[in-house]
């Protein structure tokens, strides 16, 4: 089973970027399609981007035209690219499958204060 590991968070000031991964162990990876979820606190997990198998993307209109979804099925990895960030964006960032079927990982924190 295709396990992921995030990483990529920090802290950052509005206005400023980063560029979250999500590293995929395991079979098959390229036979899912993906997205990028994120928590904030007290809030409901909720899914910012996805994209398929082949490349097709979707975003939350919160995220649309600030966050570009990429991945390379060669290195088994998903990116998630922000700019522009937001402090509403500040939360925990999750990868998983639209149908959330993969194991949780730990997440990656984003913090966007000045």
């Known amino acids: 089973q295709v396990q992921v590991v995030e990483s990529g968070g920090g802290l950052v000031q509005p206005g400023g970027s980063l560029r979250l991964s999500c590293a995929a162990s395991?079979?098959?990876?390229?036979?899912?399609?993906m997205g990028w979820y994120r928590q904030a606190a007290g809030k409901q997990r909720e899914l910012v981007a996805d994209?398929?198998?082949?490349?097709?993307?979707n975003y939350a209109a919160s995220v649309s035209g600030r966050f570009t979804i990429y991945r390379d099925n060669v290195k088994n990895t998903m990116y998630l690219q922000m700019n522009s960030l937001k402090p509403e964006d500040t939360a925990v960032y999750y990868c998983?499958?639209?149908?959330?079927?993969?194991?949780w990982g730990q997440g990656t924190q984003v913090t966007v204060s000045s």
């Open positions: 395991g079979d098959f990876f390229f036979f899912y399609d």
């Open positions: 994209i398929t198998t082949g490349g097709r993307t």
């Open positions: 998983n499958t639209p149908r959330e079927n993969l194991p």
